[in-house]
């Protein structure tokens, strides 16, 4: 199995667009011989790493390094010339495809015939795919090793092959070197949906292009869709042709998401949970869950609004204690996962146990129901006087005052409590009323110490709090 299938299926649709970008675009069969064409330039390379935003040139180069049989690493073109040198030194000889090639690789392969007919893929699914790098926001990055079987296992185990209509059209603004980005394309050409890509985010971009380009499905990171409802405001938003909006990759403020609810009211919307070394999304939210949940006066029934969902087909879940045992429904614990698309492994080291379970070192917990509920990573945990404080459980009480639009909270180490809890703030608002508000609604071992604000907090480009980096900076101010 090869992830290479898909685009042969894609080359089988006829001469529709299959791929669009700055207003180019390219068919089922354009794509397939550029990829074929790049093949034959791969084959003489390790590795395939690509350094560029959103473009053309992206499923070309991940396709024919599926078809030459070499890894395709996409590599955070953001990431400062030191940390770019560093991962670039862990794939000595790769062929590097930078940003001002990328024109012209399209075009210089644009051709049938400087195809090599020899090229064939290699059929093991057990060959390395892609090597997606982790975001880094509790240890430095790891190289996320996804074999074909890994994503081949989530199409095919989730989508429906040729489902889409002919018109429907998906938009891509998430970066290519997230793991939403590859597994968004092979999804969508799986299903017959044209993708649409932008190459920067901008809430009023990404509303004409929805518009113009008359897209029907959608993926947005929380800190995307928090940006379009601001500029919104109260208005609704004029997009008749979005039928779904998918928004996942960290957790979404409860009054974030029932602003865009209000906001998108024909849209269905869609929470996937996931992880770059679960090959794509584990669990998902849907559409009517949704709207139930958002409808619903049973506080347990609109408290869903807050989980990622159920297991989709394939996989396994288990919520853990520390030392291996189930708990009961509606008890924390760490999240562990299966299933054949969950990989798992890093650098050639695979951290599977010998059941295959993966743990995700996320905190949740599971309802009566089956859905999960995500409260945060197991390494955000404040320790506060031997009491194990969940900062997202306060991140949610802060979130709900008027004043407030981002929160974090984070643990200080403090010679008489071991850590004392500092909550950083975006928004405008009297620091002690911050405090009675969360003391209100929470025992006072969970008030925050301190309170601080900040015009923005450190996050990746895909939304990801940088909890170590806030941490750093409070400790160095002696927050």
Not at 43 to 72: D, I, K, M
Not at 83 to 107: C, I, K, N, S, Y
Not at 197 to 210: E, K, N
Not at 395 to 415: F, K, M, S, W
Request: overall charge negative; hydrophobic content about 40%.
């Amino acid at each position: 199995m090869n992830i290479s299938m898909i685009l042969e299926m894609a080359a089988s649709s006829g001469e529709r667009s299959v791929v669009t970008y700055g207003g180019r675009s390219l068919t089922g069969p354009e794509l397939h011989d550029r990829a074929r064409a790049a093949a034959s330039r791969f084959r003489e390379y390790p590795a395939v790493l690509y350094l560029g935003t959103n473009h053309l040139a992206y499923p070309v180069a991940l396709f024919g390094a599926a078809l030459a049989g070499v890894p395709f690493v996409a590599l955070n073109y953001r990431l400062g010339e030191a940390q770019l040198t560093a991962l670039r030194d862990r794939h000595p000889g790769a062929l590097e495809l930078a940003p001002e090639d990328l024109d012209a690789f399209v075009d210089s392969t644009a051709t049938p015939a400087d195809a090599d007919d020899e090229v064939v893929p290699e059929w093991d699914g057990d060959a390395v795919a892609a090597i997606i790098y982790t975001s880094g926001t509790t240890s430095d990055p790891k190289p996320a090793v996804l074999r074909h079987r890994h994503l081949l296992a989530y199409v095919l185990n989730t989508m429906e092959f040729a489902s889409a209509a002919e018109t429907d059209a998906s938009l891509v603004s998430v970066p290519p070197y997230h793991i939403a980005g590859l597994t968004n394309l092979l999804s969508n050409l799986y299903t017959g949906r044209r993708v649409v890509y932008l190459d920067a985010f901008d809430p009023g971009t990404w509303l004409d292009t929805v518009r113009r380009e008359r897209v029907t499905h959608a993926m947005l990171v929380p800190t995307m869709l928090a940006r379009i409802v601001a500029g919104l405001g109260d208005a609704p938003a004029d997009v008749p042709s979005l039928q779904s909006l998918a928004y996942g990759g960290s957790r979404t403020p409860r009054p974030v998401l029932e602003h865009a609810l209000r906001a998108f009211p024909d849209t269905g919307f869609v929470n996937a949970y996931g992880l770059t070394e679960t090959a794509s999304s584990v669990a998902v939210l849907g559409p009517d869950d949704h709207r139930t949940a958002f409808a619903s006066d049973d506080p347990a029934v609109r408290d869903r609004l807050g989980s990622v969902g159920r297991p989709l087909p394939g996989i396994e879940i288990e919520i853990r204690t520390e030392t291996g045992e189930p708990v009961d429904p509606g008890e924390t614990g760490l999240v562990f996962v299966r299933g054949e698309q969950i990989s798992g492994e890093y650098g050639g080291r695979s951290v599977l146990d010998e059941h295959g379970w993966f743990a995700t070192r996320d905190l949740g917990h599971v309802d009566d129901d089956g859905y999960l509920f995500i409260e945060g990573r197991a390494d955000d945990t404040i320790i506060r006087g031997g009491e194990n404080i969940a900062p997202a459980e306060i991140e949610d009480v802060l979130l709900e005052h008027p004043g407030i639009t981002e929160a974090a909270v984070v643990g200080v180490a403090d010679a008489e409590w071991g850590q004392r809890i500092v909550a950083v703030l975006v928004g405008d608002a009297d620091p002690d009323e911050i405090t009675a508000w969360v003391k209100d609604r929470l025992r006072s071992s969970k008030t925050p110490d301190a309170v601080v604000f900040r015009d923005e907090l450190p996050k990746t480009e895909t939304g990801k709090l940088l909890r170590r980096t806030l941490l750093t900076e409070l400790e160095n101010t002696n927050a």
